[in-house]
Nanobody
Framework: QVQLVESGGGLVQDGDSLRLSCAASGRTFSIYAMGWFRQAPGKAREFVAAINWNGASTNYADSVKGRFTISRDNAKNTVYLQMNGLKPEDTAVYYC????????????????????WGQGTQVTVSS
């Protein structure tokens, strides 16, 4: 069992940066692949980025590639999402999620891979 708590969301302007954090409880954080997903009002949840258990492999949605960076610190049980060059279309609730499965299928963001989810943090980008 693991509990995930996101933080770092807020209201920013077009072009600004934010760093989201996701703190995990439990001593087995380092075995999980971690993902970030987002859901905008009226839209389905979508994959943003994922990282494998040791940080050696990452994957990004095309819409954020080159702007967002996922990283993790296993000593701190925390995964991060650095978001640069934010756009109004990035406005959404951002969720982190943990998966026992570190395969590429899960790093691509298959939602049924992910066993645990956080409660989400709101990111709003004004134009």
């Amino acid at each position: 069992q693991v509990q995930l708590v996101e933080s770092g969301g807020g209201l920013v302007q077009d072009g600004d940066s934010l760093r989201l954090s996701c703190a995990a409880s439990g001593r087995t954080f380092s075995i999980y692949a971690m993902g970030w997903f987002r859901q905008a009002p009226g839209k389905a949840r979508e994959f943003v980025a994922a990282i494998n258990w040791n940080g050696a492999s990452t994957n990004y949605a095309d819409s954020v590639k080159g702007r967002f960076t996922i990283s993790r610190d296993n000593a701190k049980n925390t995964v991060y999402l650095q978001m640069n060059g934010l756009k109004p279309e990035d406005t959404a609730v951002y969720y982190c999620a943990a998966s026992y499965d570190n395969t590429w299928r899960c790093l691509r963001g298959a939602p049924n891979c992910y066993n645990y989810w956080g409660q989400g943090t709101q990111v709003t980008v004004s134009s």
